[in-house]
């Protein structure tokens, strides 16, 4: 008899732990699922308290259950004073275990963006995976446009940033990447670039930072090219206009007409990128990074009639082009990189390999970082050039 008042009095011990659990409970209707968050400079910055402009947008089903988008807008002067003005315009309980994408504009990037990203990065509710994104303008004025044939515009722009970055037209940048780059000492991290352009999102280019300030951008069509110096990878598409080399001159072939001329553009396709790059000491104190790249590819279109594809020369000299572009983009990139201070493809941190801690702790590789040599050597082989003889 005691034995079963002893399970009695435990069973009901175990039922009022479970019932108090269900104190914290969330009902799908009343939650408001973030997908895509805006940071800007405030335009009125002037007004205390008021020195950034966030949006927040979410999915919420209408009464005939058709998933609409809803947009908030405030003003705070942290992330966090933000979330809880936001949530204040609702009657729905916002949470981020669903965002998706983080976006800034131009200006704030600028500035520096570790202090609103470390808010989401502390959050445990959300995911390392959150795509960051720059806007060339005001991140919250793209965020708020609608666009007829997207209605959920941040869905839209999340969607188009897997997609490319699955093209190798961009890196995948997430809070994960961006963290780590920003943290590790001697790396700088990127984000790519997005931009109203009529009614629909384009990738601009790529964002360069140093430290988390947005420097300088890598132009859209360089945008494979410096991925191709970040690493390897398997899969890619890439458009070179070969009439354009060094020089920067067009040397195109002219219409039947001779009114103008039509350049020579060639469009490669399932490359496969292998690089390798190697650093060694100099003297001075100095040293050079040789970046050596081996491209495979498949020809998908050549719109010049000076190369017969059938003719093994022709086929070498067009392979001999297509090094040549690569490598003089390549150059450009570096350079680039070089006047901005932002190591944003290795090199620190093979310098840093070569040495002890001690020694690395010694000396000022921000300073020496623009003096480094630059080296790329770039081949391209087509393996597949179409259904010639």
Known sequence: MLRSKRRLVALLCLL???TTGCSDRRILEEIAFTHTISYDLNPNSDSPGKRLLIGAAFPKANNQGKIQREMLTTEALTSKEARMKLSRLTELGLVSGQLRLVMFGKELAREGIWDTLSSLVRDPSTSPRVKVAIVDGLAHDLLVQDFPQHPRTGQYIDRMLE???NKQTIPTVTLHHFTRELLDDPADPVAPIV???GNNVELSGIALFRKDRYVASVQEEDATVFSMIQGSFRKGELSMRLDR????????RRKADGDEEVPKLITIDSMVNKRDMKVERLQGNRF???FKLEVTATLLEYSGDDIDFTSQEDRR???GLMSKYLNNRATSIGTLLKKTGADCVGIGERVRNLMSYKEWESIDWES?????ELDFDIQVRISNFGKFS
């Open 16 to 18: 009022l732990v479970l």
């Open 163 to 165: 997609k490319e970055a």
């Open 195 to 197: 931009r109203q352009r």
């Open 245 to 252: 080399l060094a020089s920067g001159e067009v040397q195109g």
């Open 288 to 290: 050079k990074a040789a």
């Open 317 to 319: 000299k067009v392979e």
């Open 368 to 372: 020496m970082y623009p003096q480094t």
